[in-house]
């Protein structure tokens, strides 16, 4: 019985993950014709491609967080607590696994990249659920695991930018969504930290100018996401002190320590 209750309703999780898994497949079967908006900026006309996929990934997102707060709603050790906090990942997990499925072609490897998300979108959802409450027998290892999913997640947003080639007009709003949106999600994960919006708009834009810099550099997919992912990490190590009052200097270490494996190994990856 205790389990039952540290765990979502199976009712409301499998229709939310049944609307969602749903959503994801009408994209490929409903076809409609693509519109690109032209916007010229001091002559240079910069088109903004607007899609039933980029539709469905906005929409998607909005359902997921929506989901995401109705499975909350049936807990009662988090129903009278803020919830908002519990949006941010779901929502970027749908919208960054739209992006990935609308990159693949539509054969067997879509459905098994849609099992693949279906489980990863789970695997979010509970651990949201469970770090909703501190009574909650899971919140210490949900805590935890969120952390990893939503570095691994934003990997999987940057390995998807650069791979589908976006110019730099458009790759660098998806990754600056992804670092602010990824960014805040850590900072609430640290027992004692509030949000502190001017960090997670401090560490957007310290990445976007990494990213634009990678973007003409001969770096794969992979060195791409693992450069970026690199410094999230560190920013995100020293904003955690910053705010927590730990030693400043041991987290530089750290952080320093931590940037330069991953820049070593997006070298190596080129």
Do not use: K
Request: charged share 10%; hydrophobic share 55%; proline share 4%.
């Amino acid at each position: 019985m205790q389990v039952a209750r540290d765990l979502p309703e199976r009712q409301r999780l499998s229709a939310v993950m049944a609307v969602i898994l749903l959503a994801y497949a009408a994209t490929r079967f409903v076809q409609l014709p693509g519109q690109a908006l032209a916007f010229d900026i001091a002559g240079i006309s910069l088109p903004l491609p607007l899609n039933l996929n980029t539709i469905t990934a906005i929409l998607i997102a909005g359902l997921t967080a929506t989901g995401a707060d109705w499975l909350l709603q049936s807990y009662a050790g988090a129903a009278d607590r803020s919830r908002y906090r519990h949006w941010f990942l779901p929502a970027m997990t749908a919208w960054v696994l739209s992006l990935l499925l609308g990159s693949l072609a539509f054969d067997l490897q879509w459905w098994l990249g849609l099992g693949l998300c279906a489980l990863f979108l789970l695997a979010v959802l509970l651990a949201e659920y469970a770090s909703s409450a501190p009574q909650n027998r899971y919140y210490a290892l949900s805590t935890q695991a969120l952390a990893v999913l939503t570095y691994c997640l934003f990997l999987i947003l940057a390995i998807t930018v650069r791979a589908v080639a976006l110019r730099l007009y458009l790759a660098l709003p998806a990754v600056a969504l992804g670092v602010f949106t990824a960014g805040s999600r850590l900072q609430l994960l640290t027992p004692g930290q509030r949000w502190q919006p001017l960090h997670a708009i401090g560490v957007t834009f310290i990445c976007m100018q990494l990213a634009a810099a990678f973007h003409y550099l001969p770096l794969s997919a992979l060195g791409y996401g693992l450069g970026l992912l690199g410094l999230l990490y560190a920013l995100n190590r020293y904003t955690v002190a910053l705010n927590t009052g730990e030693p400043i200097r041991p987290a530089l270490r750290e952080a320093g320590i931590s940037l330069a494996v991953f820049w070593v190994l997006a070298l190596l990856l080129r």
